[in-house]
DNA sequence: TTATTTTGTTTGAGCGCTCATGCAAACTAC
DNA sequence: GTAGTTTGCATGAGCGCTCAAACAAAATAA
């Protein structure tokens, strides 16, 4: 099964790049797993082979360097982060209130917002200053998050009969209280709880948006 | 003029003292100064000495390890940062709705909001959670802060009739709101400007306090 | 005063170690 | 066989930290 007539069939070897996939894959969960358990600076290729239980050697094989691996976990990171908040709002229907709570809520989630997590999201930002590339990815997936936020919080303004211009404020208003509370989660001081978080989160909205309290009452989870 | 008897003249060496705290202060300087140019795991004994001017050799005399002075050093960003909020809520008079306005101002005051201030938060935030003297730093000093903004929400609710056990979630949320801005500004993504962080924050105070909107107005700096 | 000792400060070379990366060889699936 | 993997040791740079020695200031003695 091979010489298919003339032409240079390109029909590269599909097991082998699923094995890289696979590698790769695997290299990524365990750099995550080495920074939670040592630190971002406390994580090198010898922690996350280890972690993979694979060669030091090939983890540089998959990624070039260290910090093209650790990159690519940042982006899986913020993927996932990603896959979960827009689930919530393809699930939310069509109302704006619900479509805001739905984004609100999913932040809360306990997939993305459990200590573990925080600890990857703040070892990353971290050192967001000092290497462009990590500031690349962030600024990228921000720029999704804040879209959506902007957007949900337009289109309640709209519906409320109030200035919509006033969307891009109250956006990054809320993406800043939950970013904000999840310090405090991370940190453990203060609110340490996400059901509490969450709580906090809604109460604000309630009073941003006295017109329908019901939709950010009690957390209901 | 000298024999008292039996008594060792404990005359100790006045200049020697005052030399060493300038060398600390010196050293501690040049630790923020190097964290803001190179990040936390970029800034070493060598970079941190080179910047101060000194030997490596002198740093390890003052401070033991190199985690004592990084320690050091974050010490006196968050003494930096409490000073100032101290001298803001001194400042505000007996009005619980203008303390509370000082607070959140304070914390948007360019010396403590400038973007290389937020490089040394992060940076150190970001590896709080593989080192626990980070982290009991941080908690002590945040403590202090939320206990202020409580007790400034208490006495506001109090005022205005309302349930003072709201007081803890407004602190922290309002907490949250300010951290989560500074984050922004920090990443560059969203909100940027501290004065425009400081107008989002005050439509959340107007929204949770509508009994007092003039005192959350338009930022007056 | 001047000389000497004591005490505190500063230096920079260097030790032991870990790191990211390079690389030659071994292995494996076609 | 051959091309794609995988190994694990070699390399050299850089790390925190040690330390003997040099230096400076203060205390003491003359």
Known sequence: MSQDSGGVQPRPRKERTENAARRRGQLIEAALRSIIENGLPGTTLATVAREAGLSQGVAVFY???KEGLLAAALERHYERYEENWRQALDAAGDDPAERLAA?????????????EAQIVWHAFWGEASSRPLFNRIADRFDTHRSDALEAAAAALLAELGRDTSEARALGA????????????????????RPAEALAVTFRFLRALFPERPAV??????
Chains 1, 2 share one sequence.
């Open 216 to 221: 950010f009452g009690a957390p209901g989870d």
């Open 173 to 192: 208003g809320i993406e800043g209280l939950t970013d904000g509370l999840w310090l405090q989660i991370y940190l453990a001081s203060g609110i340490t």
């Open 103 to 115: 984004l609100v809520r999913a932040d809360f989630h306990p997939s993305v917002c459990s200590r």
């Open 63 to 65: 990624f070039q360097t």
